[in-house]
T-cell receptor, first 113, second 111 residues
Framework: NAGVTQTPKFRVLKTGQSMTLLCAQDMNHEYMYWYRQDPGMGLRLIHYSVGEGTTAKGEVPDGYNVSRLKKQNFLLGLESAAPSQTSVYFC????????????FGPGTRLTVL | SQQGEEDPQALSIQEGENATMNCSYKTSINNLQWYRQNSGRGLVHLILIRSNEREKHSGRLRVTLDTSKKSSSLLITASRAADTASYFCATDSEYGNKLVFGAGTILRVKS
């Protein structure tokens, strides 16, 4: 089992550019999440999904969009990147509920210039 | 708003010593979890304790939960250099619709 994987691992964007982060899990989990981690602030939930075809807003959704077309994949899009979106992004998944044990990917370090 | 807050922010100990980290939260919870994050890596789940449990063990880890004080502690016994990491507590939010993570405790174990 690969668990939760994320691509890419690193990315540098210029302000205004767009990109998509891909998350994949092979544990057949229903729930998937995107977080961002900034120094001294812990993890903040961006968007999440409770099943294939569903998405919901988290704590800091502005500037991001998501899609869950397949159960194993959860995509995070930045349509017009801003320097404030410089962060480390983590994808996670869980099996039976949003407050159950979550399994995290290795992260994507994004820098927006 | 942050539900869980860890204390201390940073802790430095010698190998073989015990490390204790604390987490306080604001509203009632169903469960509390502890995660570890090594530098440059994703979070790894350590232990989950439910609101009706007072203590839980896993190897060298001991977690306690005091719901009357709205606090939890994570004890790592006989620490090793490999325990150097950030440790986060996470609780279900007031409305049960997400996990809320604290800012973490940075543990450094010197060999």
């Amino acid at each position: 089992n690969a668990g939760v994987t994320q691509t890419p691992k690193f990315r540098v964007l210029k302000t205004g550019q767009s990109m998509t982060l891909l998350c994949a899990q092979d544990m057949n989990h229903e729930y998937m999440y995107w977080y961002r981690q900034d120094p001294g602030m812990g993890l903040r939930l961006i968007h999440y999904s409770v099943g294939e075809g569903t998405t919901a807003k988290g704590e800091v959704p502005d500037g991001y969009n998501v899609s869950r077309l397949k159960k194993q994949n959860f995509l995070l899009g930045l349509e017009s990147a801003a320097p404030s979106q410089t962060s480390v992004y983590f994808c996670a998944s869980s099996w039976i509920s949003i407050t159950d044990t979550q399994y995290f990917g290795p992260g994507t370090r994004l820098t927006v210039l | 708003s942050q539900q869980g807050e860890e204390d201390p922010q940073a802790l430095s100990i010698q190998e073989g010593e015990n490390a204790t980290m604390n987490c306080s939260y604001k509203t009632s919870i169903n469960n509390l979890q502890w995660y570890r994050q090594n530098s440059g890596r994703g979070l790894v789940h350590l232990i989950l304790i439910r609101s009706n449990e007072r203590e839980k063990h896993s190897g060298r880890l001991r977690v306690t939960l005091d719901t009357s004080k709205k606090s939890s502690s994570l004890l790592i016994t006989a620490s090793r250099a490999a325990d150097t990491a950030s440790y986060f507590c996470a609780t279900d939010s007031e409305y049960g619709n997400k996990l809320v993570f604290g800012a973490g405790t940075i543990l450094r174990v010197k060999s």
